[in-house]
């Protein structure tokens, strides 16, 4: 697990907004040019040609994917398969935040399939990597439930328990996409790594002095209202108490409006890149699992 961090560290300075993003915010163009402030998906500059693949971490029995949406995009993927003799009935459903591509978060993925010996589906938002199209709130909420219905779809993982795992951005995609599909049994536990309640809430705490341009984000991703349709399926909140970017009392306050159960766990030392590399994250995780999941 250590050496899997390890590599991972060299992919960790992806901010959540491209550096920049607040001068433009300043400037007034937040209004027309949110979607590239808030979907950096060419940063870093090779990141939608350059998607490392699992191979290159040690990862044997993966399949490259491109999975069609319902309006016509094509999602690049990785399905990456724990060992069937040892693995779990689990698939981690995984989106990540809002830089770089699903390539740079394989460190994570080779721990959730070999210590934690889940399945893992990594999907790549519209726009990202080699997955076409361009990102935005309405368009990432297609892909979320292309890749939920993907594992319905595909008999080897039909029927196992699927955890749904947000990193950043990628908790306000967790939310949405689990409050829309609570009808599915399968779906037994939902991961939130440093989100926000609203990305409207998120300008004025991050970023104070453009707090009075807020109102023209039209990018909303309305987590702490909608969280609270979720209320039978149990979220894992995992909190970098040193996030520079998301302040922590957005976990803080997405945990206290949340009806299902719920687990909160704090990494006093995380930033909001660097928390996954705190010790005890994936104990918290595998805890989690073993308690609420897959007793």
């Known amino acids: 697990m250590a050496s899997a961090l390890n590599s991972f560290m060299s992919y960790l300075r992806l901010p959540l907004l491209a550096s920049s993003g607040l001068a433009a ?7 027309f040019k949110q979607n590239e402030i808030i979907y950096p998906r060419a940063f870093p500059p090779d ?40 693995a779990r009935n689990i698939t981690v459903l995984m989106f990540h935040g809002n830089a770089g591509n699903i390539g740079y978060r394989l460190p994570i993925a080779k721990i959730l399939e070999s210590d934690l010996r889940c399945n ?7 726009g990202y990597g080699l997955s076409s199209g361009n990102p ?5 909420m297609i892909d979320a439930q292309t890749g939920l219905d993907y594992i319905h779809q595909r008999q080897e993982l039909r029927g196992t328990k699927i955890v749904v795992y947000g990193q950043s951005i990628g908790g306000a995609v967790s939310i949405g996409l689990v409050a829309r599909n609570q009808k599915h049994d399968d779906i037994a536990g939902v991961i939130l790594e440093n989100t926000f309640t609203s990305l409207k809430k998120l300008i004025p705490t991050a ?4 707090r009075f341009l807020a109102p023209l984000c039209h990018q909303i991703w309305p987590s702490e ?3 609270p349709q979720i209320t039978d399926i149990p979220i894992l909140f995992l909190s970098g108490l040193k996030d520079e970017i998301i302040p922590p009392s957005h976990m803080s306050r997405l945990f206290q409006v949340c009806k299902a159960p719920k687990v909160w766990r704090e990494l006093p030392n995380g ?23 897959d007793p």
């Open 271 to 293: 930033s909001h890149n660097d928390t996954v590399a705190e010790p005890q994250y994936f104990q918290f995780i595998d805890d989690f699992l073993r308690e609420y999941v």
């Open 207 to 210: 970023f104070p002095p453009a």
């Open 225 to 227: 209202a909608t969280l």
């Open 136 to 140: 935005n709130e309405k368009g990432l």
């Open 47 to 86: 990141a939608r040609t350059n998607v490392p693949r699992p191979s290159q971490f040690g990862i044997a029995d993966f399949e490259e994917l491109f999975i069609p949406t319902p309006d016509g995009e094509s999602l690049s993927a990785f399905l990456i398969r724990a060992n069937k003799q040892h």
């Open 120 to 126: 893992v589906l990594m999907l790549q938002y519209r």
């Open 25 to 31: 915010v300043l400037s007034g163009l937040l209004y």
